[in-house]
């Protein structure tokens, strides 16, 4: 197996949603606001190579959507999806699974792009696979999420024929299409999948929008955005204690400074031990 990080492109979200109740004065220790008030996000995906399948999970929020719409996240960097899949030698017809860990736009975006006027499919030879309780959420969605899942980025995948459903209902599945195993968690949205990837004696936790920064490690920071952030206050505390007991290392999907982490107990609760870049960690 092999594991490759792919950068699909870095943005801005406001800095009080990203963090919920808990004050700016704390939160800001870690991420820094700017002038708007938003703080720097990353969209950090993971392409899983193994014999003739290629997994790329997540594909970040993508560039078909107008210039009024990018304006609210502020787009900085210069990474892509596409460029970042070039780089070390992949197209995006080798893709043979898209694996989401959920729909909303900023994970799944990347999956759909316009041409020619027409929303086609970027993995054209790829499934598209999603926990069916999620599809279910994300197509028929609350009031407070509906924002968050984007018809174009949807709708097109059930049209292609190329969906694909996880069935499970967890919260481990052990048996999957994938060289991986799934943690389900249901606080921030429903059914959100965490891959569990063992890799070179290791084991990585996909951490996706359950920890999205080294910010969001304490448990009671939660993003305004998570729909049950009681169940998430469980969900983390149940992880970290696990991935910490386990040696587990978490991959970060959204903080743009920090890839790969260890942990370690404190006074607090679990924390950073350490952060690496994942190549250099791995080729060590």
Not at 2 to 20: Q, V
Not at 70 to 94: A, C, M, Q, V
């Amino acid at each position: 197996m092999r594991l490759y990080p792919i950068e699909a492109g870095n943005f801005k979200l406001d800095g009080g949603a990203m963090f919920g109740v808990v004050p700016k004065t704390l939160w800001e220790r870690t991420n820094p606001a700017d002038q708007n008030n938003r703080i720097e996000m990353a969209s950090r995906c993971l392409l899983v190579e193994e014999g003739n399948q290629l997994v790329l999970i997540d594909t970040g929020m993508g560039t078909k959507q107008e210039a009024s719409f990018f304006k609210h996240y502020d787009l900085w960097g210069s990474y892509t999806l596409e460029n970042s899949l070039r780089e070390i030698g992949f197209h995006p017809t080798d893709i043979t699974d898209v694996f989401f860990t959920h729909l909303h736009f900023d994970h799944c975006g990347g999956a759909i792009k316009y041409d020619k006027g027409r929303l086609v499919h970027t993995f054209k030879e790829a499934n598209y696979w999603v926990h069916e309780a999620h599809w279910k959420w994300a197509t028929q969605p609350n009031v407070r999420e509906k924002a968050s899942f984007l018809p174009e980025n949807i709708l097109p995948i059930e049209e292609s024929g190329q969906l694909k459903f996880i069935k499970d209902p967890g919260p481990l599945i052990e048996k999957t299409p994938f060289p991986f195993s799934i943690q389900l968690v249901d606080g921030h949205t429903e059914k959100q999948m965490l891959p569990l990837i063992p890799y070179k004696g290791e084991q990585i936790l996909y951490a996706a929008d359950l920890i999205p920064t080294v910010g969001h490690l304490p448990l009671p920071y939660i993003m305004g955005y998570d729909t049950r952030p009681l169940l998430t206050l469980n969900e983390k505390e149940l992880i970290l204690n696990h991935a910490l007991d386990a040696g587990i290392l978490l991959f970060l999907e959204h903080d743009p400074h920090h890839e790969l982490l260890s942990l370690k107990r404190t006074e607090k609760g679990v924390r950073m031990n350490n952060h690496f870049k994942f190549k250099s960690y791995f080729s060590s």
